[in-house]
């Protein structure tokens, strides 16, 4: 799951605004919640922080003022979550580990 989101390459698509990548991911998200966490769902924690940290890293690709500064994009990120938690499916069930 972790090839897929490194796969899909979306980190370093900064055409594309976080609406659109929400749009986009959140189907894949979905099925994978519903799927294995119907047997295990704590094994589904490395794989939704990896997605964060992908996140974090879209963050410093599109925007200039967090080139270089991971902190203040994980920051950034969070406060997106804060604002708009129903934004990802994840985060949507509390899911929200390992934003750096």
């Not at 704590?42 to 996140?55: D, E, G, I, Y």
């Not at 950034?76 to 604002?83: A, G, L, P, V």
């Amino acid at each position: 799951m972790c090839a897929k989101t490194r796969q899909s390459n979306w980190r370093n698509r900064t055409d594309l605004g976080l609406n659109e990548i929400a749009t986009l991911y959140n189907p894949v998200l979905r099925g994978w919640i519903e799927y294995y966490g119907c047997y295990v769902r704590s094994a589904l924690n490395p794989v939704l922080r990896h997605f964060n940290k992908t996140l974090v890293k879209w963050a410093m690709h599109k925007y200039k003022r967090f080139r270089g500064k991971k902190t203040k994009a994980m920051l950034f990120i969070k406060e997106i979550f804060k604002r708009q938690p129903q934004l990802f499916e994840h985060w949507k069930r509390g899911m929200t580990a390992g934003f750096a």
